[in-house]
C-alpha cells in the first residue's frame, strides 16, 4: 500500500540554525500538510499546500516557516532559525483532494532543538 | 474555536471491548477520523464516518456518531494485546468541496492487559 515517507526520522540542530524536514507523499495525493506534536500535546495542523502553492496555515506558521515543493515527489518544510520551542514530532500528510479521501501521515520527523 | 476532547487513558482486558470516546465542537464538521499512533510511529489511519451518518462497521471496529450530542466513540471489539496504542480522534472541516486542516484530540492511550 503506497505511504507517505518522511525523512530524517530524527534531526538534532542548534538552536538559530536552519532546518529542512522532507517528506515524500504518495504519489498520485493533490494535498499535502504538516503538522506538529509538540510532547504531551495535541497533534496541531500548521499548513496545507495545493498547486504549488499554500492554501491555509496556522498562527503557529509565522515567517521563520516555509514550504516547498521543489521537484514533482517531494515537499519540503523549512524552518529558518530554530528556536527550543521548536522541539516537536512534525508529521507530514497528503490527501487527494476530494471531501471524501482521507489524509494520510508518515511516520514523523522528531526535531530536538539543543 | 473548534476543539476534539476525549479522555487521556483506557485500560481494558484482552478479549473485552474497548470504547473510546470524543467530543467536538464545529458543528461545521464533515468528516471524523480515528487514528491509531504505536509507540515511535506514524498516525495510522483507522477508520473515518461522514457526519451524516451514524454509524460505520468495519471488521473489528464499530464508529458510532451521535451528531445532535456531537459525540464520536470508537468500539474495538475483542480487544487484542497489538491493540494497545494511542487512539486519536479528529475532524475536519470541508471547504470549497476539499478537506481542510485536521484538528485532533489529545489522544486516548489503550492498555490492554492479557
Not at chain 1, 482521507?102 to 539543543?114: A, E, V
Request: hydrophobic share 30%; aromatic share 12%.
Amino acid at each position: 500500500e503506497p505511504e507517505v515517507t518522511q525523512t530524517p526520522s530524527h534531526q538534532v540542530t542548534q538552536m538559530g540554525q536552519e532546518v529542512i524536514l522532507r517528506c515524500v507523499p504518495i504519489s498520485n495525493h493533490l494535498y499535502f500538510y504538516w503538522y506538529r506534536q509538540i510532547l504531551g500535546q495535541k497533534v496541531e495542523f500548521l499548513v496545507s499546500f495545493y498547486n504549488n502553492e499554500i492554501s491555509e496555515k496556522s498562527e503557529i506558521f509565522d515567517d521563520q516557516f516555509s514550504v516547498e515543493r521543489p521537484d514533482g515527489s517531494n515537499f519540503t518544510l523549512k524552518i529558518r532559525s530554530t528556536k527550543l520551542e521548536d522541539s516537536a514530532m512534525y508529521f507530514c500528510a497528503s490527501s487527494g483532494g476530494l471531501s471524501d479521501q482521507p489524509q494520510h501521515f508518515g511516520d514523523g520527523t522528531r526535531l530536538s532543538i539543543l | 474555536g473548534e476543539d476534539v476532547e476525549q479522555s487521556l487513558f483506557l485500560s481494558v482486558r484482552e478479549g473485552d471491548s474497548s470504547v473510546i470516546n470524543c467530543t467536538y465542537t464545529d458543528s461545521s464538521s464533515t468528516y471524523l477520523y480515528w487514528y491509531k499512533q504505536e509507540p515511535g510511529a506514524g498516525l495510522q489511519l483507522l477508520t473515518y464516518i461522514f457526519s451524516n451518518m451514524d454509524m460505520k462497521q468495519d471488521q473489528r471496529l464499530t464508529v458510532l456518531l451521535n451528531k445532535k450530542d456531537k459525540h464520536l466513540s470508537l468500539r474495538i471489539a475483542d480487544t487484542q494485546t497489538g491493540d494497545s496504542a494511542i487512539y486519536f480522534c479528529a475532524e475536519s472541516l470541508n471547504y470549497g468541496g476539499s478537506q481542510g486542516n485536521l484538528i485532533f484530540g489529545k489522544g486516548t492511550k489503550l492498555s490492554v492487559k492479557p
